[in-house]
């Protein structure tokens, strides 16, 4: 553009010496060549203004590109992926937890248990004890007493029998009352309150297989309950699906009658009634996908507002897979490891996205 008005600059120049030459009146050309001089400013300017118009009107509206700018995807990225702006996520490393090998018994403790003590891990709402063990064929907890907790254990692989004084050894199978212990494998989930106190062995009775599993201890609404158990099945086709609620707490509460205790009927139905205000699910989360847990459970299920909410990544895949929580680049999970998720509600939303090479087996451990 300025090289096209530089050259009508040396146009008119040469216009200008034509009419001096012939146009003895010099005034005359003078006039010529200004009117001539002024006429190409104005458009030199127009153009100007033109252009900068042009230029204001396309900024001012939105891109014409269907696409967002960078900032605006990164800002509406955020806004899609993490829903719990209010709530605090502290991962629990692997590396963090206690360990002990046995021999017959490689386990791995979450929280304080045995002869390992961490102070900073003692207990996280009504969740007192996870454990992932490892026990090896012909081998396992001899007989041992409970008192005051409401103990669950979630079979990961292999076989692991309970037995008491109620069961003699033989009469394992699925064909005995679900209050009853069998020998349980994977999906199955045994439940044991304490109460007034029991005693209980746990063996791997298998000839070859080592039984992984986890042991998961939370403390009773309150204390002296009667003995009771149950075990149940859930399905690895649901937990494909969705999360799986696995435990809920008992109709009636803390003041549940001697009716409600003996019905032993959960809130949530299809679960495993616990006592205390506590669930507990589990899913199996295909790589690249992502499954919701609603905090508290959906509806009227658990009675605290506040909550906390406990995850673990299982080691189930040879650390392949891992987890994201709440879209958090800083609340990625490798296998073993955990997290604690505090300043929840009930009603919120946890997503939890498997980001591995494998599917991710999660259980997740939502209390007041």
Same mark, same amino acid.
């Given at each position: 553009m300025r090289r096209l008005f530089l050259l009508l600059s040396i146009l008119i120049a040469f216009f200008?010496?034509?009419i001096t030459l012939y146009k003895p009146n010099i005034f005359q050309t003078v006039s010529i060549t200004t009117n001539i001089a002024i006429l190409t400013l104005k458009t030199y300017l127009s153009s100007l203004t033109t252009k900068s118009n042009i230029t204001t009107t396309i900024s001012n509206h939105q891109p014409l590109s269907s696409s967002p700018p960078p900032s605006s995807m990164n800002a509406a990225k955020t806004t899609m992926s993490r829903t719990l702006h209010h709530a605090k996520i502290t991962p629990h490393l692997s590396s963090t937890r206690g360990h002990s090998d046995h021999g017959w018994l490689n386990t791995y403790h979450s929280f304080s248990f045995?002869?390992?003590y961490n102070p900073s891990y003692t207990s996280f709402g009504s969740l007192r004890v996870l454990n992932e063990d490892r026990v090896k064929p012909q081998s396992g907890f001899p007989t041992?007493?409970?008192?005051d907790f409401e103990i669950f254990s979630y079979i990961l692989s292999g076989e692991l029998t309970h037995r008491d004084s109620m069961l003699t050894k033989g009469a394992e199978g699925a064909d005995v009352s679900p209050d009853q212990f069998y020998r349980m494998k994977r999906g199955d989930v045994q439940f044991t309150t304490g109460g007034t106190g029991i005693a209980h062995s746990e063996?791997?009775?298998h000839k070859k297989d080592t039984v992984h599993f986890l042991q998961i201890w939370a403390l009773p609404w309150r204390r002296g309950l009667k003995p009771r158990y149950h075990t149940r099945h859930f399905s690895e086709e649901e937990k494909k699906k969705?999360? %799986?609620?696995?435990?809920?707490?008992l109709k009636g509460g803390a003041d549940a009658t001697a009716e409600e205790e003996a019905k032993a009927e959960p809130v949530v139905e299809g679960t495993i009634p616990i006592h205390a205000d506590f669930l507990m699910g589990a899913g199996i989360i295909k790589e690249g996908n992502k499954f919701e847990w609603i905090v508290g459970g959906r509806g009227n299920v658990t009675e605290q507002n506040k909550r906390k909410v406990f995850v673990h990544l299982p080691m189930t895949k040879g650390g392949r897979a891992s987890i994201r929580l709440d879209g958090r680049d800083d609340a990625v999970l490798k296998e073993g490891d955990g997290a604690f998720i505090e300043n929840v509600n009930k009603g919120d939303k946890l997503w939890v996205e498997? %980001?591995?090479e494998v599917e991710a087996e999660v259980v997740v451990l939502d209390t007041a």
């Open positions: 200008a010496t034509i045995a002869n390992w041992h007493p409970h008192r063996f791997n009775e969705a999360f %799986v609620t696995i435990l809920s707490p498997s %980001v591995g």
